[in-house]
C-alpha cells in the first residue's frame, strides 16, 4: 500500500539553526512527493515537489531531493526564520490512485528569535 | 486567479444534526478531493470528483457523501453527526488528475459537534 512516516514533532529551534524533517515513503509504482506547509487557521501549501528519483525540489530555501533507494524525501533549510514556525506535512501521490494524497502525520517548528 | 473557497469556516451542530460544506474549486479545476483533518488521525482522503463523477473513495462511513455540479463546485454532506467527527475539513482542487498534480488546498471548514 501507500504511507507516509513523518518525523515527530514538535521541533524547536533557535533562529538561524539549520532544519531537517525526515520522511519516509511506501508506495506502488513511481509516486510523485511533495511538502506542504501549514500556518495556523490556515489550509495547507505547497512548498516544494519532486516528480521522479534525484529530482530535487526547492522554494524559499527549503529543499528535498527524492532518494528512490532510500525511499526518502527529507526537507532541509540551511538558516530558519521565525516566519518559518508553521506545521509541515510530506505526502505522496501514487499512479492509479487518481489525486487521493497520502499524508504524514505532520511536523510543527517553531523558530524563536 | 482566485483559490479555492471554502464555506462556511466554522460550524457548530449537535449529535445526530446534519451538515453540509461548500468547496469552490480554482477557476477551471475540474478535480475536487475532500480530507478530514483531526490531531489524533491526521490528514484523511475522504473522496475525490472529477467531471461531477466520484473518482475514488476513502475508508470513510455512508455517512459520509458528497457531490459535484456542472460547475465543478463540490458539496460534502455528513449526515447523524458524531462527537468524533468534529475536525477541519479541506478541500483541494486540481486542474487535472494523476501522481504529478499538484492540489491547491482551501482554508478548511472547522465543524464542532456538541
Same mark, same amino acid.
Given at each position: /500500500? *501507500?504511507?507516509?512516516?513523518q518525523?515527530?514533532?514538535?521541533?524547536?529551534? =533557535?533562529?538561524?539553526?539549520?532544519?531537517?524533517? #525526515?520522511?519516509?515513503?511506501?508506495a %506502488?509504482?513511481?509516486?510523485?512527493?511533495?511538502?506542504?506547509?501549514?500556518?495556523?487557521?490556515?489550509?495547507l501549501?505547497? &512548498? &516544494? @515537489?519532486?516528480?521522479?528519483?534525484?529530482? +530535487? /525540489?526547492? #522554494? @524559499?530555501g527549503?529543499?528535498?531531493?527524492?532518494? @528512490?533507494?532510500?525511499?526518502?524525501?527529507?526537507?532541509? +533549510?540551511?538558516?530558519?526564520q521565525?516566519?518559518?514556525?508553521?506545521?509541515?506535512?510530506?505526502?505522496?501521490?501514487?499512479? *492509479?490512485?487518481?489525486? !487521493?494524497?497520502?499524508?504524514?502525520?505532520?511536523? =510543527?517548528? %517553531?523558530?524563536?528569535? | @486567479?482566485? /483559490?479555492?473557497?471554502?464555506?462556511?469556516?466554522?460550524l457548530? +451542530?449537535?449529535?445526530?444534526?446534519?451538515? %453540509?460544506?461548500?468547496?469552490?474549486?480554482?477557476?477551471?479545476h475540474? =478535480?475536487?478531493?475532500?480530507?478530514q483533518?483531526?490531531?489524533? !488521525?491526521?490528514?484523511?482522503?475522504?473522496?475525490?470528483?472529477?467531471?461531477?463523477? !466520484?473518482? #475514488?473513495?476513502? #475508508?470513510?462511513?455512508?455517512?459520509?457523501?458528497?457531490?459535484?455540479?456542472? *460547475?465543478?463546485?463540490?458539496?460534502?454532506?455528513?449526515?447523524?453527526?458524531? &462527537? /468524533?467527527?468534529?475536525?477541519?475539513?479541506?478541500?483541494?482542487? =486540481?486542474?487535472?488528475?494523476?501522481? !504529478?498534480?499538484?492540489q491547491?488546498?482551501?482554508?478548511?471548514?472547522?465543524?464542532?459537534?456538541?
Amino acid at each position: /500500500g *501507500n504511507s507516509v512516516t513523518q518525523m515527530e514533532g514538535p521541533v524547536t529551534l =533557535s533562529e538561524e539553526a539549520f532544519l531537517t524533517i #525526515n520522511c519516509t515513503y511506501t508506495a %506502488t509504482g513511481y509516486p510523485s512527493l511533495f511538502w506542504y506547509v501549514q500556518y495556523p487557521g490556515e489550509g495547507l501549501q505547497l &512548498l &516544494l @515537489k519532486a516528480t521522479k528519483a534525484d529530482d +530535487k /525540489g526547492s #522554494n @524559499k530555501g527549503f529543499e528535498a531531493t527524492y532518494r @528512490k533507494e532510500t525511499t526518502s524525501f527529507h526537507l532541509e +533549510k540551511g538558516s530558519v526564520q521565525v516566519s518559518d514556525s508553521a506545521v509541515y506535512f510530506c505526502a505522496l501521490s501514487a499512479p *492509479n490512485t487518481g489525486n !487521493q494524497f497520502y499524508f504524514g502525520t505532520g511536523t =510543527s517548528l %517553531t523558530v524563536i528569535p | @486567479k482566485a /483559490g479555492v473557497t471554502q464555506t462556511p469556516r466554522y460550524l457548530i +451542530k449537535t449529535r445526530g444534526q446534519q451538515v %453540509t460544506l461548500s468547496c469552490s474549486p480554482i477557476s477551471g479545476h475540474r =478535480s475536487v478531493s475532500w480530507y478530514q483533518q483531526t490531531p489524533g !488521525q491526521g490528514l484523511q482522503f475522504l473522496f475525490e470528483y472529477f467531471s461531477e463523477t !466520484q473518482r #475514488n473513495k476513502g #475508508n470513510f462511513p455512508g455517512r459520509f457523501s458528497g457531490r459535484q455540479f456542472s *460547475n465543478s463546485r463540490s458539496e460534502m454532506n455528513v449526515s447523524t453527526l458524531e &462527537l /468524533g467527527d468534529s475536525a477541519l475539513y479541506l478541500c483541494a482542487s =486540481s486542474s487535472e488528475t494523476g501522481p !504529478q498534480n499538484i492540489q491547491y488546498f482551501g482554508a478548511g471548514t472547522r465543524l464542532s459537534v456538541l
